[in-house]
């Protein structure tokens, strides 16, 4: 049975936990798009809350490349994908290319956190997205050499992922069964208590 995509909005839900943000619990990568674009209000909204993220030295080193459908920068962007994600991204009305420099601007020194400070960023891409009723799904499946090449990316900066941004589907649009399977999986996650810990091999004591 093919569930609908409100269905499996519910099922990717994770399990409530009083006080965690709701758009925490609610954000999940879909891998079908709806054919609905995004407003350029929410698109400036989404960059807008990712622009507000901590980084090392308040450095900023994100940069994002972002193709709208039909655009040059869409169809550039979705060329470097792998034929798995080109097999579901192109219908994405948004795609989004994360970089970072990797030197710091005030001195030229290397800046070993550069894409730690874009992932943050794209945390944040993510998460305002969702709150705006929009879905994401990150991509680390491209050829980052062809990327470079593409958008005359400067060597010194380094790649994060792609970003399919977009309304969620009909799981039945995948059109393949394997596919379809994938998106309405349940969503896992590790234990907390295999997350914070209070020595190298014991659980943190936490709540
Ligand atoms: C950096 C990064 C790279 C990823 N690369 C791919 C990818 O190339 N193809 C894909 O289908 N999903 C990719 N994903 C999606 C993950 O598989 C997904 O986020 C994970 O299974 C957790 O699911 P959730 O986001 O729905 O919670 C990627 C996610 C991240 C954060």
Do not use: C
């Not at 970072?100 to 998460?127: E, I, M, R």
Request: aromatic content about 10%.
């Amino acid at each position: 049975m093919i569930l609908s995509a409100e269905e499996v909005r519910t099922l990717k839900q994770a399990p409530a936990v009083e006080g965690v943000l709701p758009v925490v619990l609610s954000r999940w990568s879909p891998r079908s798009f709806s054919n609905r674009d995004v407003a350029p209000a929410d698109l400036a909204r989404v960059f807008e809350a990712a622009r507000w993220a901590a980084s090392a030295y308040n450095e900023q080193p994100w940069r994002y490349l972002v193709g709208t459908r039909n655009s040059e920068a869409h169809k550039k962007i979705f060329s470097t994908l792998i034929g798995f994600n080109q097999s579901w991204a192109g219908s994405a009305p948004v795609l989004i290319l994360g970089v970072a420099s990797t030197k710091y601007s005030h001195n030229g020194t290397d800046n070993a956190y550069a894409v730690y400070d874009l992932g943050a960023a794209s945390s944040y891409l993510t998460l305002q997205a969702a709150a705006l009723g929009l879905t994401t799904h990150q991509m680390a499946g491209f050829d980052h050499e062809a990327a470079r090449k593409a958008f005359d990316i400067p060597a010194d900066y380094a790649f994060g992922s792609v970003i399919a941004l977009g309304y969620q589907g009909e799981p039945s649009a995948l059109g393949n069964e394997q596919m379809i399977a994938m998106e309405i999986e349940p969503r896992e996650r590790k234990p907390l208590s295999k997350v914070a810990y209070s020595a190298w091999d014991t659980p943190a004591k936490l709540g």
